[in-house]
């Protein structure tokens, strides 16, 4: 369920029914639950987080001794002392401890735990990362549990995620005032980067071995890259060492080396989307020799950057599509690249971007040279260099 699905789908759901989101960290499932409390259901949102409540009495409150000797349950800070309806947003439910858990559970199912109800017309919402793929280390919930909820799975679409971050406030100090902010929307470079590598938005599906002890990235992160570029922006201290290192903390070392070059690109006016898709070569040439100047190191960083994007369109790419005419024209441009570096680099990049298609077994590198045949004698010469070097 993506997130415009998600505004039909739980504007129909019963007040009495309590529901289930299920979805990898940081693809937004809390904003989406505060946008349809205020847009769709017209109630303020209450937060709770289950892995931040230390015991039952974070939730329900504490015994006070009453006049008449007996005791009662003072309500906790979180409840509506006004007798107004809200929005209470469980999050991570399946990381809470088994007592909190259980108490949320009839919380949700009944919307009253103890002697304490939600008043009449409020809404019950949980949210939780998924446990059947293995990939976090929760808590499972047995069939019992959840069939207490309407329960869905969350998958925002990344245009979706964009639309998003071409709205929302990065808010960022002026200068050395921290006091003060300025309200922009997310960096512009941080949209067309992932406008060019969409696979990058989310942390990947399947986590296996090789991403232990490794920062991934997610949407949440990618915000805050933002954030970061806005204030180096801002501040005039802008160092691509320091930046890339600043990143690496978001989205990993290879990713931020990645963004690095895209930033740089971003910056001078070429991208690999732009250069794989201009119509007129010439007119980038320019811009092309800015970036050679930069060194071989940021060239291959490039280069990266075009054999992702190629990746990413394998399948208009490939060699069955009715996307001829974009194939002809990316396979010319491929080859003007090529043609355009230097005989070392042309090595290293042909390595870096032909040799690992054919590793993974990618149709766009053997349509393009169909598409244009001076593509392949181009593979040809830089095989002979190859071997003489």
Known sequence: MNITQSYRVLKSIPVKKAIMLKGVHGIGKTEVVRQIAKEIWNLPCVELQ????????????????????????????WYPRDGKPVCLFLDELNRADAPIKRALMQLGNDKQ???????????????M??????????????????SRFAIYDFEPTVEEGLNHFRKVGVH?????????F????????????????????DPPKKIDASHYGRVLPCRRSWFGVSEVLWNMEWDGDMDLDVLTITLAGYIGMENALMFRTHYSSFESGLT????????????????LEDFMKKGKVEMLRFAKGISL?????????????????????????????FDFLTPEL??????????????????WERSLHVAEPKLKEMYIKIISIDTQM
């Open 50 to 77: 289950g892995s931040q409540l230390s015991d039952v009495g974070d939730l329900v409150g504490l015994q006070k001794l009453g006049k008449d000797g007996g005791t009662y349950w003072e309500p906790p800070y």
């Open 113 to 127: 735990v103890l002697d304490m109800k939600l008043p009449l017309g409020s809404r019950v919402v949980v949210a």
């Open 129 to 146: 990362n998924p446990g059947e793929d293995g990939n976090y280390d929760v808590m499972e919930m047995d069939f019992a549990e959840l």
């Open 172 to 180: 960022y100090s002026e200068g050395e005032n921290s006091e003060r």
């Open 182 to 201: 300025k309200e922009v929307t997310a960096h512009p470079a941080v949209i067309n980067f992932i406008e060019e590598n969409p696979t990058l938005f």
């Open 272 to 287: 690999a989307k732009e250069l794989l898709e201009t119509k007129n070569f010439k007119k980038i040439k320019g811009s």
């Open 309 to 337: 994007y190629l990746k990413e369109n394998d399948a208009d790419l490939g060699r069955k599509t009715e996307k001829v005419e974009y194939q002809k024209l990316v396979a010319k441009n491929l080859y003007n690249f």
């Open 346 to 363: 042309k090595v290293s990049v042909y390595s870096d971007v032909v040799k690992q298609a054919q590793t993974e077994g990618l149709k």
